[in-house]
């Protein structure tokens, strides 16, 4: 075991978004900050975001239309009724100011500054999504804020997975416990930020890059932390589709491909869209995935096509370079022929409960970017509000760890207390999570999930992939027992069982681990803002 000597300020665990924008800005405060990320700082979720980053900037009124206000509204209207609104204007309205932090940064941004190109996709009734490299945003934003980490020396430990957030005799945060394929190790810091992204690896298909296991929530939780809204896991309507039973990553096919005009076809060559909702094709996400599922149940396919010929193939290769060579990939030629797509698991919209300062329940533990609930996405979340989110929420939680530091003090570590843990068979409860816990859901289906979740065998975590499986396994059993709780449908949580909304479930759904170590769902005014 090997215990690191010096005692850092912060210690980000992931190196996306959210935990870069975080550790650059905690070491302008002059924290020392440490970076942890269990394969290389370029390999995370965030390369894959397509789309933009939706924000409206300063001029945006005129000529263009739009405002905050039209923002939050939007935000809210796709959030079903459980968005925290305080939560939701504070952090858009902080968005300019963190687009242009990263433009210090070097992040450029396509049209140019101050003429940026703004598309629109799914739930948004204004042009605010700004994007790079045609569909390229995440690898540009990645690339910027991955650049000025090195050149600014930031202590980045690649290779290096959690295994545990480590808290003293009085449950402050005190460290964490690391693991490589040579051991374990100790990392002693004053407060932990978790920034760890999604947990789409959970599903048999998805959009998230493969280090997407769910590890935050499961060492929040086991921390001690309060997560909320976990059931609500978004699927993107528009996965490639690469074959029936495929698995894994799936290429993403932006949404702002039907913001410039794509169309969604049925195998039979049916429009998908038509009056199901005003906004047709660029209706929320939850809308778009749940009515392409039930026109698949009703045409006996597991995929729709995608019309985007209309924008031939210069505008193609221009717009959306990553898009067309994953069709091309697959001999898909979307200037000429539709592309095959299905909806996969995309996004968790709940997550580690947080304040708007990035601050969870737990003290010296804080989280930001995909892994935290702010508030920001209620039920289901407004595409492209994620990559701000994990702007301003990573800048945030630096700022609140310099302001709580005077008070903070580091007991010595802990060594890690939980080397045995149980563990679920990764590929059944993928499957079983595919199979009873994406859109449409209901009570037999989530018990028998559960039943795999929890068909586990105690096993000693020695390497890190033991220790993905481990949080795998309980965050899987987290978002069942929020999902079996919510007897309604709502956002990206749809029930067959209970397929309308219900006033009384108007409410966030916290889960927490009971004595046992099994998550439950907690006391619901203990989450701030929304109980
Ligand atoms: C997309 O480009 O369609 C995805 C963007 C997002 O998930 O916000």
Redesign the pocket.
Known sequence: MTVWEVTVDLAVVGTGVAGLTAALRAAEFGLRVVAVTKTTVEDGNTRC????I?VVLPGDQAPHGDSVDAHVVDTLTAGAGLCDEAAVRTILAAGPAAVNELRTHGAVFDGGWPDVHRTR??GHRAYRVIHAGG?A?GAEIERALAGAARSRQLVLLEGQSVSEVLRDETGRVAGLALLDEQGGGVLRARAVLLATGGLGQLYAAS?NADVATGDGVALALRAGALTADLEFV?F?P?ALYLGAGSRGRQP?????IRGEGAVLLDIAGDPVMTGVHPLGGLAP?DVVAAAITRRMAATGTDHVLLDATHLGSAQLRRRFPTVHAACASIGVDPACEPIPVAPAA??QCGGVVTDTSGRTTVPGLYAAGEVARTGLHGAN???????LEGLVMGRRAAEAVAADFPVSRCAGPPLPSHEVRPVADRDALQQAMSAHAGIGRDSAGLAAAAAVAGATTRRRIRTPHDAEDAGLTLAAAAVLAAAATRTESRGCHLRTDHPRPAKRWRRSIAVVLDDNGTPVPAEPALIGGVA
């Open positions: 975001a397509q789309g933009g939706a996709e799914g569909d945003t959009t978004q993107h528009t993403l096919v932006t949404e702002a996400r995309h996004y979340r407004l595409a492209s509000n994620s990559l």
